[in-house]
């Protein structure tokens, strides 16, 4: 199973969402750089972040912070102005990608885990490509940064989603050490660095 750290109870609103509310999967860029999906859960756990997704993804593999019934608060407007004309907090489930190493370059693997990720929750909810989203795609938000400066990233992404395959045992998510064991035989880096959200910024 996906661990689950959960959010404060300050940082989303509950509620019993269903197949037929959750219509779009928003996808997000943690803005930090060596960060983990542990330790933006643990960061999380504080409360009145003002803030939430439901998933957060690294190289290794997929964490959850607030469940899919649960509303985050991961693409709301500061200004309540809105450019996508239905997405929002209340019909969507946010993923927030660890997408940057320590030296500021994309982490392909974490990339890899997110569309793994969003295909599983695509069959599960029944969510067509077309609805899987950028936080900007909602807001204009320069969230998910690299795939807004090269839309050629995004648009690898998005073409990803629409692969065949068995999503939750291809990376080996309900056996958390094999995966971190098949990274290790690529040849990815398996050390684990914990987040700090407001600090920790890129070179």
């Given at each position: 199973?996906?661990?689950f750290i959960?959010a404060?109870?300050?940082?989303?609103a509950?509620?019993?969402?269903?197949?037929d509310h959750?219509r779009y999967?928003v996808i997000?860029?943690?803005?930090?750089?060596g960060d983990t999906?542990?330790?933006?859960?643990?960061?999380?756990?504080?409360?009145n972040?003002h803030?939430s997704?439901?998933?957060f993804v690294?190289?290794n593999g997929?964490?959850?912070s607030v469940?899919?019934?649960?509303?985050?608060w991961h693409?709301?407007?500061?200004?309540?102005?809105?450019?996508?004309?239905?997405?929002?907090n209340?019909?969507?489930?946010?993923?927030?990608v660890c997408?940057l190493?320590?030296?500021?370059?994309?982490r392909?693997?974490?990339i890899?885990?997110?569309?793994q990720?969003?295909?599983?929750?695509?069959?599960?909810?029944?969510?067509?490509?077309?609805?899987v989203?950028r936080?900007h795609d909602?807001?204009?938000?320069i969230c998910?940064?690299?795939m807004?400066?090269?839309p050629?990233?995004?648009?690898?992404?998005?073409e990803?989603?629409?692969?065949k395959e068995?999503?939750m045992?291809?990376?080996g998510?309900?056996?958390p050490?094999?995966s971190?064991?098949?990274?290790?035989s690529?040849?990815?880096?398996?050390?684990?660095?914990r987040?700090?959200?407001?600090?920790?910024a890129?070179p």
């Amino acid at each position: 199973m996906i661990p689950f750290i959960p959010a404060h109870s300050s940082n989303y609103a509950t509620e019993n969402r269903g197949r037929d509310h959750i219509r779009y999967l928003v996808i997000h860029y943690t803005g930090n750089c060596g960060d983990t999906a542990k330790g933006n859960c643990l960061y999380f756990q504080g409360a009145n972040r003002h803030a939430s997704a439901h998933y957060f993804v690294d190289e290794n593999g997929v964490c959850q912070s607030v469940e899919d019934k649960n509303r985050a608060w991961h693409c709301g407007s500061e200004t309540g102005k809105y450019f996508h004309p239905s997405c929002r907090n209340a019909n969507s489930i946010g993923i927030e990608v660890c997408m940057l190493d320590k030296s500021g370059q994309v982490r392909q693997d974490s990339i890899r885990q997110a569309e793994q990720l969003a295909r599983t929750l695509m069959q599960k909810y029944g969510i067509p490509p077309a609805q899987v989203v950028r936080h900007h795609d909602v807001t204009h938000k320069i969230c998910r940064a690299p795939m807004v400066n090269d839309p050629a990233l995004w648009n690898a992404f998005r073409e990803a989603l629409s692969h065949k395959e068995d999503d939750m045992h291809a990376l080996g998510w309900h056996k958390p050490s094999s995966s971190i064991r098949s990274a290790k035989s690529k040849g990815m880096h398996a050390r684990r660095r914990r987040a700090n959200l407001r600090t920790k910024a890129c070179p």
